[in-house]
């Protein structure tokens, strides 16, 4: 790389920490904050009670997640390495939130992968097609608000990112062997981590194996350090998904993740259903991500003769995933953060088709400013759909403070959300996100307090139990 490309990535880095910064230090209410609430209480234990990573816990200790009762809360999902980074950032630099803390470490890999991005689509393709695609992930809404939420994905996906670039780093050469060992060896490591932090990075291995092949052709299954690879690579994450099935209470039910959406007609199967293609490659992918005009130049740099296997890896990589977890694709936005490289990568490529051929296809006086204009209208109407992710309900920060004054910090409590452990975590208190027994049964199993905004509710629960606090929006009763 020379000085202009590290001039530009530095802007461009530059410009993608101003665009996260926005709204930074809002209430974790934010769009998908249930997800976000339950990696978030994981770190804030940690900081409580001791870094204890093989015994991780949240707030719910209810048996909606996995269907038994989960009196210790545990949260037996991915190996907690985000949140003790953030938990750890937060225990010795309290000058931040831990709210802003966990959205710091998520951004920091944001730029990461940016920085990546830019470094193999430069060195493979050009520097045209480094500096859009780094741009595209630095400023697109959909990238910057999931590339600063608090979700263990840009951490793993960080982490996958180094050890693709790791293994791009080796060079097949006798003098070089001491060095291509540690690359080697870091990106193997690299990538464990990230399958620990979240075993579907483990669609990133036709990269790896791609570039595997480039090293040594097709005798690349002949070497030992091929199999030792995966062995490094996924030793650790065998050995915690075996360990976590002592916490069966811990395993939210995810087989649904593969085939079936919920909705308010109960799960649903969408596997291989046209409504799944609708969603995520037109409502998702081609309106929301990448706003509708940029899809132009993302499927272009598909079709171009710009012949390089390691990029079309991606795409069969992010294909293949998204093929497979249909149901939690669907379901959960955030699923898509694992394809933003390839989205990248490829609508760069086709922007640098038309820059390499622009005097065979259009005059660069009409061209340039054209492009200026679809990418700034995409960018618009993606964010016309995104902005309002940033928003949070002032009346849930208000219940929560409410709560907060009215009981004591052991006290379990039952917020009546369907599931959602949001008001939990801003409560500060364990408890259970829905009235999922009889009221009875709770208060046996130690809930002292039930809040509700459910009229029903309340004309049941009213004659029954003692009322702590009311207002027009919820109510408070001791059970």
């Not at 065979?360 to 992710?389: C, D, G, M, R």
């Amino acid at each position: 790389m020379k000085k202009l490309d590290y001039f530009l990535i530095a802007i461009v880095l530059l410009i993608a920490l101003t665009f996260r910064f926005y709204k930074i230090n809002i209430p974790l209410a934010d769009f998908h904050s249930w997800r976000q609430a339950d990696t978030a209480s994981v770190a804030r234990n940690f900081v409580k009670n001791g870094f204890n990573l093989l015994h991780p816990k949240y707030d719910d200790l209810s048996n909606i997640q996995s269907g038994k009762e989960n009196p210790q809360g545990y949260r037996m999902v991915e190996f907690p390495i985000y949140n003790a980074i953030f938990g750890f950032l937060y225990k010795n630099f309290s000058f931040f939130s831990l709210e802003i803390w966990g959205r710091l470490t998520s951004i920091i890999f944001s730029l990461i992968i940016i920085a990546i991005i830019y470094y193999l689509l430069t060195k493979e393709v050009s520097r045209v097609a480094g500096f859009f695609a780094s741009f595209i992930y630095a400023v697109f809404p959909f990238f910057v608000f999931y590339s600063r939420v608090i979700l263990p994905e840009n951490t793993a996906l960080g982490f996958s990112m180094l050890s693709i670039l790791f293994l791009y780093l080796l060079k097949n050469k006798k003098n070089n062997q001491f060095s291509n060992f540690i690359k080697y060896f870091l990106s193997a490591i690299l990538f464990a981590i990230s399958l620990l932090i979240k075993p579907t990075t483990i669609f990133f291995i036709f990269p790896i194996i791609y570039l595997f092949y480039k090293n040594y052709k097709w005798s690349f299954y002949k070497k030992i350090g091929f199999y030792l690879y995966f062995l490094i690579s996924f030793l650790p994450l065998v050995l915690w998904r075996q360990y976590i099935n002592q916490f069966s209470e811990g395993i939210p039910v995810n087989q649904w993740l593969l085939t079936s959406v919920n909705t308010d007609q109960g799960l649903q199967k969408i596997f291989f259903k046209p409504a799944f293609f609708r969603w995520i490659f037109f409502e998702r992918i081609n309106n929301l991500i990448l706003g509708g005009y940029l899809t132009g130049f993302f499927i272009l740099g598909m079709l171009t003769k710009q012949k390089n296997y390691f990029f079309f890896s991606f795409l069969i990589s992010s294909l293949t995933y998204l093929f497979i977890f249909q149901g939690g694709n669907i379901q959960h936005e955030y699923y898509q953060i694992l394809i933003f490289p390839m989205l990248t990568i490829f609508s760069g490529l086709g922007i640098n088709f038309f820059v390499n051929n622009i005097n065979k296809l259009l005059n660069p006086l009409i061209f340039y400013p054209a492009l200026v204009i679809i990418i700034i209208f995409s960018w618009l109407f993606s964010f016309y759909q995104v902005k309002n992710y940033y928003n949070y309900s002032f009346d849930l920060i208000q219940q929560a403070n409410i709560i907060k004054s009215l009981t004591d910090p052991q006290d379990k409590i039952i917020t009546d959300k369907t599931g959602d452990t949001t008001l939990l975590y801003l409560s500060d208190r364990k408890g259970a996100p829905a009235i999922y027994k009889d009221p009875e049964e709770l208060k046996k199993l130690g809930y002292q307090y039930l809040i509700t905004e459910n009229k029903d509710q309340i004309n049941i629960l009213k004659n029954k139990y003692q009322t702590v606090f009311k207002n027009n929006k919820f109510i408070i009763f001791k059970l």
